[in-house]
């Protein structure tokens, strides 16, 4: 293809009329649809950093009780480990419900009150 049918085929285009119409909230749309699925990277991003920050926080006091009460740590531990599926049961639905108001619930009503 040489220039002066590319040139032909490039103006027939510009004089044409498309077949198709964008409906008038198109730009709207596709914008909500950017900062959704931004503000999801956001929320779980954030999430996770504040879930981060309570285990380290968890792990220092843990460790400055230890070498403050000996005791005290290893009868919490001893504790934890003899009642496991309730501690790790509670643990999972406190992780649910902390994740569910982080996260889930922001999603939701971002959708809800877009559409």
């Known amino acids: 293809m040489n220039k002066e049918e590319l040139d032909q085929m490039i103006e027939k285009s510009f004089r044409t009329e498309l077949d198709f ?5 198109f ?13 999801w990277k956001t929320d779980l991003r954030e999430y996770l950093s504040l879930v981060g920050v309570l285990l380290s926080l968890l792990a220092i006091v843990s460790g400055f009780y230890y070498f403050v009460d000996k005791e005290f740590v290893l009868k919490a531990f001893a504790f934890i480990s003899g009642n496991i ?8 639905i406190l992780n649910f419900i902390f994740f569910a108001d982080k996260v889930l619930l922001r999603l939701l009503f971002s959708r809800w009150s877009k559409t």
């Open 21 to 25: 119409r964008l409906p008038l909230d």
């Open 27 to 39: 730009a709207q749309k596709v914008t909500s649809q950017v900062v959704r699925r931004e503000q």
């Open 85 to 92: 599926i309730s501690v790790i049961s509670i643990v999972f």
